[in-house]
């Protein structure tokens, strides 16, 4: 799977749009783009995923350039909850569900 | 998405002695589950990737004898470990892959003294 870079720590203030991003310079035509959280002692979080277009759901919106070269994660009202690890990364899907799991941002909501 | 439950949350024991893990899919059938640890600070590294009715695949460097998987059934996977050292004290995640989403359990927190 290819590798993603992100920042290693970002702040926010809350009720505010957060927009974390990703560069995966190197993804493959037939990797998605998968965002995952952990929040402080807890287990990963699925957020969201895409492959090419943008997305979105109740907790978040994917933007993907056009290229796929880099993403953004766009958490938009971010709350204290939101305070997290993110962890973008690059699948292909096919029968091996292996995950690889990067350094992450480290996203700190202020009040 | 699916539901994953661990057991137990948090678990305290002396070096040299075993410790199991319980992994269960609440309710999705999962053949396939997997099994993280993470260091304080690190990021999650994947262990093994656990097969029902078959043997567990491991990573690289990780020891087939002393982290034992098993997963007897499609909601069932465990991890045991076995003559544990300080060394293994770690929080262990499990998960599962449901509709090309990956569900996690909420980690169990290892120390061993």
């Known amino acids: 799977d290819a590798k993603t870079t992100q920042p290693p720590s970002m702040d926010c203030a809350e009720g505010r749009a957060a927009n974390l991003p990703c560069n995966h310079s190197?993804?493959?035509?037939?990797?998605?783009v998968y965002w995952y959280r952990q929040i402080h002692s807890q287990g990963p979080q699925y957020i969201i995923h895409?492959?090419?277009n943008n997305e979105t759901n109740e907790m978040a919106s994917l933007i993907i350039t056009e290229d796929r070269k880099s993403s953004t994660l766009i958490l938009p009202h971010a709350t204290l909850r939101d305070t997290a690890v993110y962890y973008c990364?690059?699948?292909?899907?096919?029968?091996?569900?292996?995950?690889?799991f990067g350094a992450g941002t480290t996203v700190t909501v202020r009040a | 998405g699916a539901v994953v439950s661990q057991h137990p949350s948090r678990v305290i024991c002396k070096s040299g002695t075993s410790v199991k893990i319980e992994c269960r899919s609440l309710?999705?059938?999962?053949?396939?589950m997997f099994w993280y640890r993470q260091f304080p600070k690190k990021s999650l590294m994947l262990m093994a990737t656990?097969?029902?009715?078959?043997?567990?695949?491991?990573e690289q460097g990780v020891e087939k004898d002393k982290f034992l998987i098993n997963h007897a059934s499609l909601t069932l996977s465990t991890l045991t470990v076995t003559s544990a050292h300080p060394e293994d004290s770690s929080f262990y995640i499990c998960?599962?892959?449901?509709?090309?989403?990956?569900?996690f359990g909420p980690g169990t927190r290892l120390t061993v003294l």
């Open positions: 990364i690059v699948r292909a899907l096919s029968n091996d569900y292996k995950l690889s």
């Open positions: 190197t993804i493959s035509g037939n990797e998605y």
């Open positions: 895409g492959l090419k």
């Open positions: 309710d999705f059938q999962a053949t396939t």
């Open positions: 656990s097969n029902e009715g078959s043997k567990a695949t491991y």
């Open positions: 998960g599962l892959d449901s509709f090309n989403e990956q569900f």
